[in-house]
């Protein structure tokens, strides 16, 4: 039954990226979310850059559905028993989705990690919806849980300074997104996890643009009370002239 059941899940749950050769110790992601579960639809999303992504993993990260939790770990043990675990210092849960759509399977995942005394760097990769998806419902304190499951990083693709903006800019499914994304980078602040925030600059098409490098790091000095090194800025010239755009 174990068998069958994990030849019915398609795509990669563990994957290195090619660009992380020649850093000093190993990386290893883990990607948890079907390829169908998207909480949000930038406007500078390109298809081109998630293959290049892709291409860079050497692997489809297109899963059919959200893995069970023993198919996760089996996915794990198989880059342990290869030795790679080892000489791992940072697992990365990140993918094409938002890897906190599947919340339970995450913090068991990170939990279980360090059952299996892993010492390394655990670091989330998210849009940050938890609290909108969870917080009252199945959890008080999501990110608290996260902490206490052994987290240690979190970086929350926030891409504006108000929900006007994010709206134009993100378009989420959630109605106010932006509140509740708000709130839960404060939790992540306050459960103690190095936070970090990340903006789209560079961006301009059919009369909407992303704000200056400046206001964004303004916006998370004063709004956030975040140093800057804790704001990461991603130019999206160079993210289309890597996937081949014009």
């Known amino acids: 039954m174990f068998e069958d059941d994990l ?4 795509g990669s749950m563990t994957y290195r990226l090619a660009s992380d050769k020649g850093r000093k110790g190993d990386r290893l992601y883990v990607n948890v979310t079907p390829d169908n579960e998207r909480v949000i639809s930038c406007v500078f999303d390109d298809p081109a850059v998630e293959k290049l992504y892709e291409q860079n993993a050497g692997a489809s990260l297109r899963l059919n559905r959200a893995p069970k939790l023993y198919e996760l770990m089996h996915a794990i043990d198989n880059c342990i028993r290869r030795g790679f675990f080892h000489r791992t210092d940072e697992i990365v849960f990140a993918g094409l989705g938002d890897p906190l759509l ?12 360090r059952d299996m005394d892993f010492r390394g760097r655990i670091r989330l990769d998210t849009y940050g919806f938890a609290d909108h998806n969870y917080k009252g419902i199945f959890y008080i304190n999501p990110a608290g849980e996260l902490k206490r499951s052994g987290l240690d990083e979190i970086r929350i693709s926030l891409n504006a300074r108000n929900a006007e903006e994010y709206k ?27 936070t970090y925030i990340s903006f789209m600059v560079g961006f ?12 964004y790091l303004i916006f998370a000095r004063e709004c956030l009370r975040l140093r800057d090194e804790n704001v990461l800025l991603e130019s999206y010239s160079r993210r289309r002239l890597l996937a081949g755009g014009k």
């Open 7 to 10: 030849d019915k899940l398609v």
């Open 102 to 113: 599947n919340f339970g399977l995450v913090n068991d995942a990170i939990d279980c990690l």
């Open 168 to 194: 134009l800019l993100c378009r989420p499914k959630r109605k106010n997104a932006f509140p509740y994304l708000l709130n839960f980078i404060g939790s992540c602040l306050r459960a103690g996890l190095d």
């Open 204 to 215: 301009e098409k059919d009369g909407i643009s992303t704000a200056r490098d400046e206001e």
